[in-house]
């Protein structure tokens, strides 16, 4: 069954870490994209990073370059979200997606086919 499930959310306090997991299943990495979406409430749906399936290249949105770093593991069909320095404007719910062949631009949430039910992270103090 297709299906893409988050997990790694919670609360943390200013500056630490989090790590988020999308595990994939009924899909390849070596054909799909993986992106990360994220979205506060009562704001928009904001695209913050993508690993191509092709050549693992990567992008990411302005407002999380430089802290957060997106990879993935073939063998486990798992794609990562390292996010340091949490700010507490990152306060959202998080969400992977795939997307056929390579990354589309970083805010074309429409490019995407599958999504996953997102995963929360807070960050308060």
């Known amino acids: 069954q297709l299906q893409l499930v988050e997990s790694g959310g919670g609360l943390v306090q200013p500056g630490e870490s989090l790590r988020l997991s999308c595990t994939v299943y009924?899909?390849?990495?070596?054909?799909?994209?993986i992106g990360w979406f994220r979205q506060a409430p009562w704001l928009e749906r904001e695209g913050i990073s993508c690993?191509?399936?092709?050549?693992?290249?990567?992008k990411y949105a302005d407002s999380v370059k430089g802290r957060f770093t997106i990879s993935r593991d073939n063998a486990k069909n798992t794609v990562y979200l390292r996010m340091n320095r949490l700010k507490s404007e990152d306060t959202a719910s998080y969400y992977c997606?795939?997307?056929?062949?390579?990354?589309?631009?970083?805010?074309?949430?429409?490019?995407?086919?599958?999504w996953g039910q997102g995963t929360q992270v807070t960050v308060s103090s």
């Open positions: 690993i191509s399936s092709s050549d693992s290249s990567t």
């Open positions: 997606a795939a997307a056929r062949g390579s990354c589309p631009d970083i805010g074309s949430y429409f490019e995407y086919d599958y």
């Open positions: 009924g899909l390849s990495l070596d054909y799909y994209s």
